[in-house]
């Protein structure tokens, strides 16, 4: 079965800086996607990027990138100049069709 | 357009109650979904529908039941509700298949006691 694992459960990070949470992922398939998701203490789950596993090219938005080593089966998130509002839970998550997996979370924490 | 509304936001249920979690979408998606989220952990599938009449289990179908006899509305049964399934249950939609972004509701929180 496809297993997604976050090994990072709490990060801290200062204001301004830079902070990459991993994530490894075992799968069998050539052909998926994955995401980081963003979760503030409202519970609503916010996309924060995505990457087609047929792409080579790492995405990007804004101050948010990823590092997807797909022999690795890694697909790290890097955030740079880290605001305050960047504080919450990130969920790294697998998707092939109807299959989709998510791993435990890492609580981000922003300090001013 | 509203997009993804759940119905309750909270519950509390008694051991072996039943009760129905409510998830309608205003967005003509055809895929729609059920996660459950225990304390501390990611979300898991437990059910997922690819449009009206046809339905699929997911990771933890098990103490659940669901239906699709609309492309709105897709609602998640609980027939006798156990401690285990205290849990924050979400219900998402997507237009289609592939990669694209999954349009979450705000969650349904539920505590059996």
């Known amino acids: 079965a496809q297993t997604v694992t976050q090994s990072q459960p709490e990060m801290s990070v200062q204001e301004a800086e830079t902070v990459t949470l991993s994530c490894t992922y075992d799968?069998?398939?050539?052909?998926?996607?994955l995401f980081w998701y963003k979760q503030p203490p409202s519970r609503q789950m916010i996309l924060v990027i995505r990457q087609e596993a047929y792409k080579q090219q790492n995405a990007t938005e804004n101050r948010f990138s990823v590092n997807f080593q797909k022999a690795a089966k890694s697909f790290s998130l890097k955030i740079s100049d880290s605001q305050l509002g960047d504080a919450a839970m990130y969920f790294c998550?697998?998707?092939?069709?109807?299959?989709?997996?998510f791993g435990a979370g890492t609580r981000l924490t922003v300090k001013p | 357009n509203a997009g993804v509304t759940q119905t309750p936001k909270f519950r509390i249920l008694k051991i072996g109650q039943s009760m129905t979690l409510q998830c309608t979408q205003d967005m003509n998606h055809n895929y729609m979904y059920w996660y459950r989220q225990d304390p501390g952990m990611g979300l898991k599938l437990i059910y997922y529908s690819v449009g009206a009449g046809i339905t699929d289990k997911g990771e933890v179908p098990n103490g659940y039941n669901v239906s699709r006899s609309t492309t709105e509305d897709f609602p998640l049964r609980l027939e006798l509700a156990a401690p285990s399934q205290t849990s924050v249950y979400f219900c998402a939609s997507i237009p289609g298949q592939g990669g694209r972004t999954q349009y979450f509701g705000p969650g349904t929180r539920l505590l059996v006691l």
């Open positions: 799968t069998s398939e050539s052909d998926y996607y």
């Open positions: 998550a697998y998707k092939n069709n109807n299959d989709m997996r």
